[in-house]
């Protein structure tokens, strides 16, 4: 797989396989927009590039759910009032936090403009270059990051460009925060040609030059102030460590001036590992690198923008391939069991015939009835039954039948109204009824009703009712009256012969 990034008019490669869990570079090396189109290593490997800082909004979300059917619906509101676009010109892509706690909803939203995106891919495309997959220039340098350093908790990474600066905050193995702005290396080299430098080593950033007099002055001035704005905003609550990428290589003392004036964000300054020491250049391809990396792990923090409308076309057809190869299979299968299929239907109508056969050979008292029965044509004699069922216009019985509960219900009203009482709440469980195995099984309704009375005299007139007056009462099966207050609740199950 091919990493891609653009600096300026640079553009950044990283040929990169994956062998095992482990990650082996092949090829390393930048080259102008101009000498791009020449470059035929690329044909036939899968191509990855990301979006800037600038052109992608990162927000955090912490919400409180009241369960955990309902989290999408309530993510995808909070999602749409994070920006103001309309929702069909944009991609959002969220990572949820694992570790909230179980009512609460933690997140961080991905978005991104589909016009930004496209003009992204027409860039790419002018230089004979097709990404089939893009990430975010945030994510590529966290991937970076903890790939080669293992790094846990909060921290920082600061990718000093050739054009553009990106500083990003990340919390938890999250991207929380990003901030870029259009200032890089290019420009303090610039500046030193422009004050009679010969190189930015040969300029002791240590004085307070002439911002006036030494343009490079100048440059470094803005370029501290836009760091100290952006490490500003990720409104730290205490030192964390900051990791240095991108042209570190070319302005060590650019480096060590920028370590100073970041001193109030910064814990430590992480060191270089085995791997950048063997290749010094390693921190300069850091975007390109971990975008690669963004998308071989395939985790829940894999970002991949390029989906809908905007995949690939070669994507289309390969998908188009496989569908035409599995129906062709499937023809295939289908017709070499045809034979198969017909044989077995075959056999089960033989199988069916001797058995309605055997049955007519048998049962002597359909002999005795109306319908005319051939033993020759049994064909004939299964389409006389079929025709004699369809016009039967009566549904077939299935058990006895069962009260309806607005009959029963009516019947207690009538009775507390007799007996000067009110219904206030009221029950109706079948807890038998019959079923396919056994269709002759009797119904088992229980019948538990609340009810209000007026006098201790309406009371007794009740319990005697259902204790020992009741004709719908089944005195065999549990019955229980009891008396809470101007309350009584009773509870009693229905006669066999009322179902």
């Known amino acids: 797989m091919i990493g891609i990034h653009k600096d300026g008019n640079t553009v950044f490669f990283v ?43 990162i927000k955090a979300i912490d919400l ?76 590529a340098l966290l ?112 480096t060590k001036h920028l370590q100073k004036r970041l001193d109030t964000f910064v814990s430590d300054f992480l060191p270089e590992v085995p791997e950048e020491k063997e290749r010094p250049d390693l921190r300069k391809y850091a975007i390109s690198i971990g975008l690669i990396f963004d998308v071989l792990q395939k985790d829940e923090r894999s970002l991949e923008f390029r989906k809908n409308e905007l995949i690939p076309l070669r994507f289309v057809k390969n998908r188009f391939w496989a569908v035409a190869s599995y129906l062709f299979l499937f023809c295939a299968l289908f017709g070499g069991s045809y034979s198969n299929i017909s044989s077995y239907l075959e056999k089960k109508e033989e199988r069916i015939t001797k058995f309605v056969k055997k049955h007519l050979e048998e049962d002597q008292t359909l002999s005795s009835r109306s319908v005319s029965i051939s033993q020759n044509t049994l064909q004939g004699t299964l389409d006389h039954w079929r025709s004699t069922l369809a016009k039967e216009t009566k549904p077939l ?45 009797p119904y088992s309704v229980q019948i538990e009703a609340e009810i209000q009375t007026l006098s201790q005299e309406a009371k007794e007139s009740l319990r005697t009712f259902f204790l020992t007056e009741c004709s719908r009462v089944d005195p065999e099966k549990p019955i229980s009256f009891t ?17």
């Open 483 to 499: 008396e809470e207050g101007k309350r009584c609740k009773v509870s009693f199950y229905l006669k066999g012969e009322t179902l």
């Open 143 to 254: 991937r970076y990051a903890e790939y080669y350093y293992s790094l846990e908790g909060s921290y920082c990474i600061m990718h000093l460009g050739l054009k553009q600066t990106t500083c990003v905050f990340v919390d938890r193995k999250i991207v929380e925060k990003s901030h870029s702005f259009p200032i890089g290396i290019s420009s303090l080299l610039e500046g030193a040609r422009e004050s009679g430098y010969a190189s930015l080593e040969a300029i002791d950033f240590s004085r307070e030059g002439n911002a006036v007099v030494e343009p490079v002055f100048a440059k470094m001035q803005l370029l501290t102030s836009s760091l100290h704005q952006a490490f500003s905003s990720f409104a730290l609550s205490k030192k964390v460590p900051l990791l240095l990428t991108g042209q570190t290589t070319l302005a060590p003392k650019v």
């Open 15 to 57: 040929k990169l396989r994956k062998r095992k869990q482990r990650f082996m570079i092949e090829t390393l090396f930048s080259s102008s927009e101009g000498n791009v189109k020449r470059m035929a290593f690329s044909e036939g490997k899968e191509i990855v590039s990301g979006v800037d800082a600038k052109d992608v909004l």
């Open 64 to 139: 409180t759910i009241p369960s955990k059917r309902s989290w999408k619906h309530l993510l995808n509101y909070q999602v749409e009032s994070l920006h103001f676009f309309p929702p069909n010109e944009v991609f959002s892509l969220t990572i949820l936090r694992k570790e909230a706690p179980p009512s609460r909803l933690q997140a961080t939203c991905f978005t991104t403009t589909k016009k930004h995106l496209s003009h992204l891919i027409e860039e790419w495309k002018d230089l004979e270059l097709e990404p089939s997959y893009i990430s975010t220039v945030p994510n």
């Open 397 to 441: 019985p299935f058990g006895k039948p069962y009260p309806k509960v607005s009959s029963v219900l009516s019947w207690i009203q009538q009775v507390l109204a007799e007996k000067n009482a009110f219904l206030h709440n009221f029950s109706f469980l079948v807890h038998e009824r019959p079923h396919k195995k056994a269709p002759s099984k």
